[in-house]
């Protein structure tokens, strides 16, 4: 990747240790048991929440070889262009998680600003720079990975190859569960990679399931794939 962090395709835009509870139905887990891998966590505040509450999650993505000043520059410049552009797409999105673009704005502003702080702080131990498909973590390091507005999302951008070595990694470097969400790419429609992932024959062997979940902002966003590595369903 280049040492400019102009990254056209996929925005720097972060979410927040309450939605991703929401997205990925968090409840259904015992966290404290779990050792989380944030895959893509990007400017995204889940991480530095979690560990507040004293949860064990690393937080993952290729922006961590940058400085919090660069990054900060950069998603805060990102925010204001996709709230700009939102205006003219509002109706694709659902508005009762949040209530307006004003509303929405200052819960991703609350989330790149307590992430800039943590990652001012700490930066080597819980922020670690991959760029996917490959990382340097061992095998079965973790035992949940969450990809959120990562896979699936960017489908234009990111072809099958790339979701399937990715997939790959994450299984080599995950012990229990890998949870994605959400399955609807930039348009709001349906990712197809989602049905060629689950039916690859080189994933046979792991289950894989949709499911429903009480979150939804993009219409039609609103079920995750869990990818169980214990056992098939
Ligand atoms: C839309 S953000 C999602 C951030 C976070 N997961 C959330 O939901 O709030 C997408 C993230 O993917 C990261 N990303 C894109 N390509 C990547 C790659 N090949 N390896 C690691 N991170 C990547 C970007 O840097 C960005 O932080």
């Given amino acids: 990747m280049s040492r400019e962090l102009e990254l056209e395709e996929v925005v720097l835009i972060g979410r927040t240790f309450e939605e991703y509870d929401k997205m990925f139905e968090l409840a259904e887990l015992n966290l404290v048991e779990e050792r989380v891998l944030d895959v893509a966590s990007g400017v995204s505040s889940f991480g530095a929440e979690a560990r507040e509450y004293g949860y064990d999650v690393i937080s993952s993505d290729r922006i961590y070889q940058f400085s919090p000043a660069e990054i900060e520059k950069k998603c805060s410049k990102d ?3 996709v709230m700009d552009k939102l205006e003219g797409i509002k109706e694709l999105y659902k508005w009762d998680f949040f209530n307006s673009i004003d509303h929405l704005k200052k819960h991703r502003e609350k989330a790149y600003k307590t992430f800039v702080k943590e990652f001012s702080q700490n930066k080597g131990d819980n922020y670690k720079f991959v760029e996917y498909p490959s990382s ?6 973790f035992s949940i990975s969450l990809v959120s507005h990562f896979l699936f999302m960017y489908d234009e951008h990111l072809d099958y190859d790339f979701h399937k070595r990715t997939l790959e990694e994450l299984i080599r470097i995950t012990r229990k569960e890998i949870r994605i969400f959400p399955l609807v790419n930039l348009k709001g429609k349906k990712s197809d990679l989602v049905e060629r992932i689950m039916e690859d024959e080189d994933f046979k062997e792991f289950s894989f399931k949709k499911q429903g979940v009480n979150y939804e902002f993009v ?3 609103n079920e995750i794939l869990k990818i169980n590595l214990l056992e098939k369903e």
């Fill in 136 to 141: 340097s973590f061992r095998d079965k390091e």
């Fill in 219 to 221: 219409k039609g966003g």
């Fill in 79 to 81: 925010l204001v262009e």
